[in-house]
């Protein structure tokens, strides 16, 4: 893939504020997050418009292409460049010739706030893609390592840490380490960033977890299943939908995952237990 980016804009900036403390106002500073349109443009037609953090944009143009099914490997895109329109950003990607005409067939427009992960689907059928089946994924996490995956993204959370206000998500390989974060305003933003980082330097999410700070729906679950990840591990709680599609799928949801306890939804035999008695933790949100 030849790329060429002629953009240069920062992921955070510092604003003014006041506190209000007891009836005294004091006026300093804070950094947070900056968030700009980012669109993405196929021989040279629009498909989205998503509003997220301008950093690691190479690996969110690639995630969201694998993630909606335009692309099945990177190498599937030709060219790249990412250019700085004025008001944000412009992904210009050039496709396989063959590709490129299926796409060019069946667009879709979609404008995408930070909240939605699925803006713009034109029918209800569409909104419940086919998801390739996870059932024969052998890979598994022991109950530490679980346990472990949340303690290690917060860690790695160097925007979170800094300023707040931003998702993450990462992956967690065999060796249960989490070898890659992304982070962004918008929780799928992070998925699409985080997926195209791994595709970016050909990894097998086959074997290993992603992990996410966020609550867990129908969308994030076709992503992952998408990228071919059989257990998701998130902070927060999942939608019944979202439960559903991950059963129907085979992917392992594992949710309200702390630092001692965690919730799993569907297929808990890629679980092992660590001869822990889990029961106990069970309530515990």
């Not at 900036?13 to 196929?42: D, M, Q």
């Not at 950003?89 to 909240?115: E, S, W």
């Not at 070898?179 to 990894?203: P, T, Y």
């Not at 392992?252 to 933790?281: C, G, H, Q, W």
């Amino acid at each position: 893939m030849v790329k060429r980016t002629t953009y240069a804009r920062v992921s955070r900036s510092i604003v003014s504020r006041n506190i209000e403390l007891g009836g005294v106002s004091v006026a300093t500073s804070r950094t947070v997050p900056e968030e700009v349109p980012i669109a993405f443009t196929f021989g040279g037609t629009t498909h989205a418009v998503m509003m997220a953090t301008p950093a690691d944009i190479e690996d969110f143009a690639i995630g969201f292409s694998l993630s909606e099914r335009i692309i099945s490997s990177k190498s599937d895109i030709i060219s790249m460049d990412i250019v700085d329109v004025g008001e944000g950003i412009d992904v210009q990607m050039m496709l396989r010739d063959d590709l490129q005409t299926g796409f060019a067939a069946k667009r879709r427009a979609m404008a995408g706030p930070v909240g939605c992960g699925l803006c713009g689907i034109e029918s209800i059928e569409d909104v419940m893609r086919e998801l390739p089946s996870q059932d024969n994924v052998g890979f598994k996490l022991s109950y530490a390592q679980v346990l472990n995956a949340v303690t290690q993204l917060d860690s790695k959370q160097q925007m979170k840490a800094e300023m707040g206000a931003v998702h993450a998500a990462g992956f967690m390989g065999a060796n249960g380490q989490v070898k890659l974060v992304r982070e962004d305003v918008g929780r799928h933003n992070a998925l699409d960033k985080l997926i195209g980082g791994l595709a970016s330097d050909n990894n097998d999410l086959s074997q290993g977890a992603i992990v996410m700070t966020s609550r867990v729906s129908v969308d994030l679950i076709q992503k992952v299943v998408i990228a071919g990840t059989s257990i998701l591990i998130a902070l927060s709680t999942p939608t019944a939908l979202a439960i559903r599609t991950a059963e129907a799928a085979g992917l392992t949801l594992i949710a309200l995952a702390r630092k001692d306890s965690f919730e799993i939804y569907t297929r808990p035999e890629r679980v092992l237990s660590d001869d822990v008695n889990m029961e106990k933790n069970s309530d515990v949100a």
